[in-house]
């Protein structure tokens, strides 16, 4: 059996991510100790092995828990098709990775290059995906709205407003290791929502939009993994919690 603290080594993942696993049931310790102390069986690591896997294939930890626990769910097979994935994947950046190599060749003069070479490798289908959800998450109206607002600002202002953002944020990684539906991390979500709102009138169902792209958008995801590797998926275990409560 392995403690919460050896689980988080060995996967090289934050004891607080464990604990937020649990709380989502996406991976439930095997046995509680008497004084709360969490203990892994060889399944139990198994399955965060999966949970890692389907991680790195850029699924939700709401479709991870889905699949996991299917009562047909067989992890032989999971392996052999997220094998394949990740095969598919290697090849594509391989792919990238040599249109990068022929592209520094080109500006260097020493290689000619078509312009449709120079988009060797990019996946059709995900860059297709970005533009629908860019639509689907960026109302124009609203965009117009946030612009409209922001341009009416002086530069004080919106020097102060950007500053308020950055201390919400970093207030919210002083709280990483309360509950996210604890009242010292809701009323920094509470501050969050006022914050967006210089920028336009949110509905909840914005907001919660907001905390799913916070964690599943790549270009959100490593802006606040910068600040912290769990804030992410925090803020949005956070702002659900917010929106549950409040919408």
């Known amino acids: 059996m392995y403690t919460i603290k050896q689980l988080a080594d060995l996967a090289n993942v934050s004891r607080r991510t ?11 310790p095997t046995a ?3 004084n709360n102390y969490r203990y892994y069986d060889q399944t139990a690591v198994l399955r965060l092995q999966q949970i890692r896997f ?3 294939l850029d699924f939700s930890l ?3 828990r889905k699949m996991l626990d299917k009562t ?3 992890a032989l097979q999971s392996l052999q098709t997220q094998k394949e994935a990740l095969q598919r994947q290697a090849e594509r950046l391989n792919r990238l990775i040599n249109t990068i190599d022929k592209t520094i060749l080109h500006l260097e003069g020493k290689l000619e290059m078509d312009n449709k070479d120079l988009f060797a490798g990019f996946d059709e289908a995900k860059q297709k995906a970005y533009a629908e959800e860019a639509e689907r998450r960026w109302d124009p109206q609203l965009v117009r709205q946030s612009n409209q607002r922001w341009n ?9 407003i950007m500053q308020e953002g950055n201390q919400v944020y970093l207030d919210m990684v002083g709280q990483l290791d309360n509950a996210p539906d604890s009242d010292a991390v809701q009323a920094i979500v509470a501050r969050w929502h006022q914050h967006i709102r210089h920028f336009y009138e949110p509905n909840f169902a914005t907001l ?4 799913q792209g916070y964690a599943n958008d790549p270009a959100f995801r490593v802006t606040f993994e910068a600040m912290h590797p769990d804030l992410p998926d ?11 409560k409040n919408g």
């Open 18 to 28: 464990l604990r937020y696993y649990d709380q989502i049931d996406l991976l439930k």
């Open 54 to 56: 389907y991680q790195e």
């Open 152 to 160: 009416r600002l002086s530069k004080d202002q919106q020097k102060a």
């Open 62 to 64: 709401e479709d991870i």
């Open 234 to 244: 925090f803020l949005q275990a956070a702002i659900t919690v917010y929106c549950d």
């Open 208 to 211: 919660r939009g907001l905390g």
């Open 32 to 34: 509680v100790a008497d």
């Open 72 to 74: 047909d769910f067989n």
